[in-house]
């Protein structure tokens, strides 16, 4: 079936540094993906759609500059947080259509904590 | 606005049992509707959907409802067994394709 993988599982990083965070696609490839976040008890929600070889759309209330998109191939599709915060500590999710109109798939998610 | 609404933040069901998960939407323009089983610090897993022209579809032990003119659907797990324990996502987005709205999940308990 579609796998998704995600890297890193989980992160550690200070304060006013990046972090940057891997979503492939291991057996088919997307020329869409979607970046999720949620917080303890939270629901999933929706940060951005990732389209490989154009710009990412952003929901509303996301910052475009904190959270770089890029969607290099048809394969990888990437998240930077920039500058990090401690409120930035979430668990990030990606997840990505696999061909034939299947349902999404999702990675196991990264749980990145800012300190 | 919250778009997917899932009103039980936890449900208990005794083993054997059926579960019933609910779930309410507010757009009309949603036309496939998904459910997603999630563990604590791990992606969410595809349970089972359902698209607009259908009211009811059908997997094994699991079973999705969907009552268009009320904007609800509902999850049935018939008999439900201690690993259907976990957090139960209800999502819905306007095409197969489309990017994913998901309610704020209800948590399964499964009672011995």
């Known amino acids: 079936g579609a796998v998704v993988s995600q890297h890193p599982s989980w992160v550690i990083c200070k304060s006013g540094t990046s972090v940057k965070i891997e979503c492939r696609s291991l057996?088919?490839?997307?020329?869409?993906m979607f970046w999720y976040r949620q917080f303890p008890k939270q629901s999933l929600m929706l940060m951005a759609t990732?389209?490989?070889?154009?710009?990412?759309?952003?929901e509303q209330g996301v910052e475009k500059d904190k959270f770089l998109i890029n969607h290099a191939s048809l394969t990888l599709s990437t998240l930077t947080v920039t500058s990090a915060h401690p409120e930035d500590s979430s668990f990030y999710i990606c997840?990505?259509?696999?061909?034939?109109?299947?349902?999404?798939?999702f990675g196991n998610g990264t749980r990145l904590t800012v300190t | 606005d919250q778009q997917v609404k899932q009103n039980s933040p936890s449900l208990s069901v005794q083993e054997g049992r059926i579960s019933i998960l609910n779930c309410d939407y507010t757009n009309s323009m949603f036309d496939y509707f998904l459910w997603y089983k999630k563990y604590p610090a791990e992606g969410p897993t595809f349970l089972i959907s359902?698209?607009?022209?259908?009211d009811k579809n059908e997997d094994g032990r699991f079973t999705v409802f969907l009552n268009k003119s009320a904007k609800h659907l509902s999850l049935h797990i018939v008999p439900s067994q201690p690993g259907d324990s976990a957090v139960y996502f209800c999502?819905?987005?306007?095409?197969?394709?489309?990017?994913?709205?998901f309610g704020k999940g209800t948590r399964l308990h499964i009672l011995p």
């Open positions: 359902i698209s607009s022209i259908k």
């Open positions: 057996d088919f490839q997307a020329t869409t």
């Open positions: 997840s990505a259509p696999p061909p034939g109109h299947s349902p999404l798939h």
């Open positions: 990732s389209n490989e070889g154009s710009k990412a759309t952003y």
């Open positions: 999502a819905a987005s306007m095409n197969r394709d489309d990017k994913i709205i």
